[in-house]
């Protein structure tokens, strides 16, 4: 069994550049975006409430909130969206954007990520940037916005063949591991031949690694897991 992830090391992600899966990630949300008939653009996602147009303009505020990281102003940023929780942001980013035609979105976000994941590589892994918990590596940011993108890609139906779906797996379950240890709720996940391994609390669960991944981002169904654990592992969300 290999050991348990340390949360302030980042050789679970040695090998892996996470500029270029970010940039990967981005380049699959856009060509399935530029491809949408107009009934696609409405399709419902799996984000309860949000069809395929209102999952974009969430990802389009989502590098807004890059941008301001990236120039230091991330409070302010946050005072001009206002909200009172999560849900309450998510709701405005969406609805500033609600009058734009698919096209102009679509062209919005694809501008904002490009200098955004541009700005990001020339920084360095090594550098830091704002975020709403303070200045943050850059290298562990960008695995926080891959794995925004690949969820979302998930919710909005985005296809995946047999070896792009294993690519994926392999740098999400090692983040996701990663994610899991540096949220500090007590959770030790342990990864044992394709199985990861949860315990919380003296309980114990096992996950596949793609329903490891499901789950630390909200996706897993409710009965799969002891509430504790489940509520426990939701970090990417």
């Known amino acids: 069994?290999?050991?348990?992830?340390?949360?302030?090391?980042?050789?679970?992600?040695?090998?892996?550049?996470?500029?270029?899966?970010?940039?990967?990630?981005?380049?699959?949300?856009?060509?399935?975006?530029?491809?949408?008939?107009?009934?696609?653009?409405?399709?419902?996602?799996?984000?309860?409430?949000?069809?395929?147009?209102?999952?974009?303009?969430?990802?389009?505020?989502?590098?807004?909130?890059?941008?301001?990281?990236?120039?230091?102003?991330?409070?302010?940023?946050?005072?001009?969206?206002?909200?009172?929780?999560?849900?309450?942001?998510?709701?405005?980013?969406?609805?500033?954007?609600?009058?734009?035609?698919?096209?102009?979105?679509?062209?919005?976000?694809?501008?904002?990520?490009?200098?955004?994941?541009?700005?990001?590589?020339e920084r360095g892994e090594r550098g830091t940037l704002q975020t709403a918990a303070g200045d943050y590596p850059v290298g562990r940011q960008v695995f926080y916005l891959a794995s925004e993108l690949a969820t979302h890609a998930d919710d909005a139906g985005v296809p995946q063949s047999p070896t792009e779906r294993e690519e994926r797996l392999q740098w999400r379950v090692r983040f996701a591991r990663l994610a899991v240890a540096e949220a500090g709720q007590g959770v030790v996940v342990t990864p044992d031949g394709g199985i990861e391994v949860i315990r919380l609390a003296g309980q114990r669960a096992r996950l596949s690694e793609s329903d490891f991944v499901e789950a630390v981002a909200d996706r897993l169904g409710d009965d799969a897991l002891p509430d504790d654990i489940r509520e426990a592992l939701v970090v990417l969300a």
């Open 1 to 121: 069994m290999t050991p348990a992830t340390d949360p302030a090391d980042l050789t679970e992600m040695a090998g892996i550049d996470p500029f270029d899966v970010l940039d990967t990630e981005a380049a699959r949300v856009d060509a399935f975006y530029r491809g949408l008939s107009d009934a696609g653009w409405s399709a419902p996602t799996r984000c309860a409430g949000w069809d395929r147009r209102d999952l974009l303009a969430h990802l389009t505020t989502t590098e807004d909130y890059t941008h301001a990281g990236l120039n230091g102003r991330v409070e302010e940023f946050e005072d001009d969206l206002g909200g009172a929780d999560l849900d309450d942001r998510n709701a405005r980013g969406i609805a500033r954007r609600a009058g734009l035609p698919p096209a102009t979105l679509l062209a919005e976000w694809r501008a904002a990520s490009a200098d955004n994941r541009r700005r990001l590589r």
